[in-house]
């Protein structure tokens, strides 16, 4: 079973950047897809982005333009970087990794990261 530890989170001014990194415990050549997720309080976790092996990148539309997804998979680590936040985007962010595009998440869930869009 994979483990998945997120980091870079944090409190951010609106308008502000973030990268988020996920280090999985072993390799992710062979997963498909890799996608990063939040969850808000009070709301249900959703997929913010996702990529291919390929490289094929997909986005929610209350991100596109803003996020860019990407992996390295010769050091097991998916990226989300995050500019112009707003404070909607506020949630704990987690990543995971699977065979379908829509919705990557053949693993256990990591601790997640805390991102904070606040002035």
């Known amino acids: 079973q994979v483990q998945l530890v997120e980091s870079g989170g944090g409190l951010v001014q609106p308008g502000g950047s973030l990268r988020l990194s996920c280090a999985a415990s072993?390799?992710?050549?062979?997963?498909?897809?890799m996608g990063w997720y939040r969850q808000a309080p009070g709301k249900q976790r959703e997929l913010v982005a996702a990529v291919t092996s390929g490289g094929r990148a997909k986005y929610a539309e209350s991100v596109k333009g803003r996020f860019t997804i990407s992996r390295d998979d010769a050091r097991n680590t998916v990226y989300l970087q995050m500019n112009s936040l707003k404070p909607e985007d506020t949630a704990v962010y987690f990543c995971?990794?699977?065979?379908?595009?829509?919705?990557?998440?053949?693993?256990?869930w990591g601790p997640g990261t805390q991102v904070t869009v606040s002035s």
């Open positions: 072993a390799s992710i050549s062979s997963t498909y897809a």
């Open positions: 995971n990794g699977g065979n379908h595009f829509d919705s990557p998440a053949s693993w256990y």
